[in-house]
């Protein structure tokens, strides 16, 4: 089987840089993908790491290493709409199709 | 960019009746999927499908079942509505089941 771990909340103000960390327990996986949802609406795909190393797209970066089960997204020069919760996912190799999801991470900006 | 369509944003229907829940994408997608939303619980998948007239069995497919007539189609039926199936219903497209695009969502409540 396989979980994953990640913080239920962050806070930090505007400007500042957050890391959302991403621990997973499984076997085998064919990458780590990153959600964005903001209260009230749908999860939005941010990002996918399919091999080790960094992503960046714009103010967010996602990072991934398999020999550490860890991953993690940044998001830089925090802004008020990036208040949201952040979710990272992952399929195994004996699960195709099924996406699994961490609980998600509840990222507050304040002013 | 990538666009799922719901056929609904809200919807109300009482206990027992048939229930037609609609998810049009725009992006020639193989897979698509079916979850429920519900606070404390996360995501979880319902149901799946990675082709025309196929259809796969996700982690809650109890009281649901799919049609996918056509690749750019995904319907979700509630044969007999029950008040345990008031939630958020979320359609996705995928390329690759580990990289989802959502529609808006729709919230169905069951009386």
């Known amino acids: 089987g396989q979980s994953l771990e990640q913080p239920s909340e962050v806070t930090a103000v505007e400007g500042a840089i957050v890391q959302i960390n991403c621990t997973y327990q499984t076997s085998g996986f064919y990458g780590l993908s990153w959600y964005q949802q903001h209260d009230g609406g749908a999860p939005t795909f941010l990002s996918y790491?399919?091999?080790?190393g960094l992503e960046e797209t714009g103010r967010f970066s996602s990072f991934l290493s398999r020999s550490d089960s860890y991953g993690y997204l940044l998001l830089q020069e925090l802004q008020m709409k990036d208040s949201a919760s952040y979710f990272c996912a992952l399929m195994t190799t004996d699960s195709w199709g099924k996406l699994q999801f961490g609980a998600g991470t509840q990222v507050v900006v304040t002013p | 960019d990538v666009k799922v369509t719901q056929s609904s944003r809200y919807l109300v229907k009482r206990t027992g009746e048939k229930v037609f829940l609609e998810c049009v994408q725009d992006m020639d997608h193989e897979n698509m999927f079916w979850y429920r939303q519900d606070p404390g619980l996360g995501l979880r998948l319902i149901y799946f499908s990675y082709d025309v007239k196929m259809k796969e069995k996700g982690d809650i497919p109890e009281g649901y079942s799919v049609s996918r007539e056509k690749k750019e189609r995904f319907s979700l039926i509630l044969e007999s509505a029950s008040t345990n199936q008031t939630s958020m219903y979320l359609c996705a497209s995928a390329p690759a089941p580990d990289t989802q695009y959502f529609g808006p969502g729709t919230r169905l409540t069951v009386l």
């Open positions: 790491n399919g091999l080790d």
